[in-house]
């Protein structure tokens, strides 16, 4: 009799250790399954030369890029560019990330249209001779020789908040306003039509790496952004 009991209580030990270690890997799995997991391992390992773009920024784009990749609308998929609204215009808040190797290849200035604000960005517009920047998702494309020198056109994805920027002539391009030296004379950034704006110096290297369908996304914690994109709304999923 005493035997029988003692099989038993081996047999039920057995089982719950094996249950156990069947949820634990379980919730590895998961873990390394998780696409939010997978961002926040990303975000960790970008290499330290320059400062981090925030977490929020960086995860909405990487998500919102993913969603472009698999709509086929990307071609150049190595690149993701964040420009950040949310910080003033005095702060470098544009980053060019090559997503192969997880690094940090540019972080610069970057102006925001004249009706959009002063120092700070606060409202944004997709309609044309509006003189306001625009939010979300866009894809880079042909290069051409303007005004301002080489320029980069680009295509807005979203519908309703983005989808005029050719029609608006939405292109990154360089202008002595959107330097250090304009910076240290007027306490700001000068600002563009719409268009966001570099260092002439940076100008060149960062549209010959982004051109051809790579994913700019530019970020402002605005709700109403939010509850109007498909790509915003698809991330935060």
């Given at each position: 009799?005493?035997g029988?009991?003692?099989?038993r209580?081996?047999?039920?030990?057995?089982?719950?250790?094996?249950?156990?270690?069947?949820?634990?890997?379980?919730?590895?799995?998961?873990?390394?399954?998780?696409?939010s997991?997978?961002?926040?391992?990303?975000?960790?390992?970008?290499?330290?030369?320059?400062?981090?773009?925030?977490?929020?920024?960086?995860?909405?784009?990487m998500?919102?890029?993913?969603?472009?990749m698999?709509?086929?609308?990307?071609?150049?998929?190595?690149?993701?560019?964040?420009?950040?609204?949310?910080?003033?215009?005095?702060?470098?808040?544009?980053?060019?990330i090559?997503?192969?190797?997880?690094?940090?290849?540019?972080?610069?200035?970057v102006?925001?249209?004249?009706?959009?604000?002063?120092?700070?960005?606060?409202?944004?517009?997709?309609?044309?001779?509006?003189?306001?920047?625009?939010?979300?998702?866009?894809?880079?494309?042909?290069?051409?020789?303007?005004?301002?020198?080489?320029?980069?056109?680009?295509?807005?994805?979203?519908?309703?908040?983005?989808?005029?920027?050719?029609?608006?002539?939405?292109?990154?391009?360089?202008?002595?306003?959107?330097?250090?030296?304009?910076?240290?004379?007027?306490?700001?950034?000068?600002?563009?039509?719409?268009?966001?704006?570099?260092?002439?110096?940076?100008?060149?290297?960062?549209?010959?790496?982004?051109?051809?369908?790579?994913?700019?996304?530019?970020?402002?914690?605005?709700?109403?952004?939010?509850?109007?994109?498909?790509?915003?709304?698809q991330?935060?999923?």
């Amino acid at each position: 009799m005493q035997g029988t009991i003692d099989k038993r209580l081996i047999f039920v030990v057995v089982i719950f250790f094996l249950n156990l270690g069947q949820t634990s890997l379980g919730k590895e799995s998961e873990k390394q399954n998780n696409p939010s997991n997978n961002i926040l391992t990303a975000y960790n390992s970008l290499t330290p030369e320059y400062q981090r773009p925030s977490f929020e920024a960086f995860r909405l784009g990487m998500k919102g890029k993913q969603n472009l990749m698999e709509e086929g609308k990307l071609k150049n998929n190595k690149y993701l560019t964040l420009i950040d609204f949310s910080l003033s215009s005095t702060q470098k808040r544009l980053w060019v990330i090559d997503c192969d190797s997880l690094k940090i290849v540019q972080h610069t200035l970057v102006a925001h249209g004249k009706n959009t604000g002063e120092n700070k960005a606060e409202k944004f517009s997709n309609i044309p001779q509006s003189n306001m920047s625009s939010l979300g998702f866009f894809v880079t494309g042909e290069t051409y020789h303007g005004k301002h020198g080489l320029s980069l056109r680009l295509d807005g994805v979203e519908p309703g908040i983005n989808d005029k920027a050719r029609e608006r002539a939405i292109v990154i391009h360089a202008a002595q306003y959107a330097t250090m030296q304009f910076v240290n004379k007027h306490g700001r950034l000068g600002r563009s039509f719409g268009c966001p704006a570099l260092p002439p110096e940076k100008n060149k290297t960062i549209i010959q790496s982004i051109k051809n369908k790579s994913c700019v996304f530019i970020y402002y914690p605005e709700e109403s952004y939010f509850s109007l994109s498909e790509y915003a709304s698809q991330s935060k999923s």
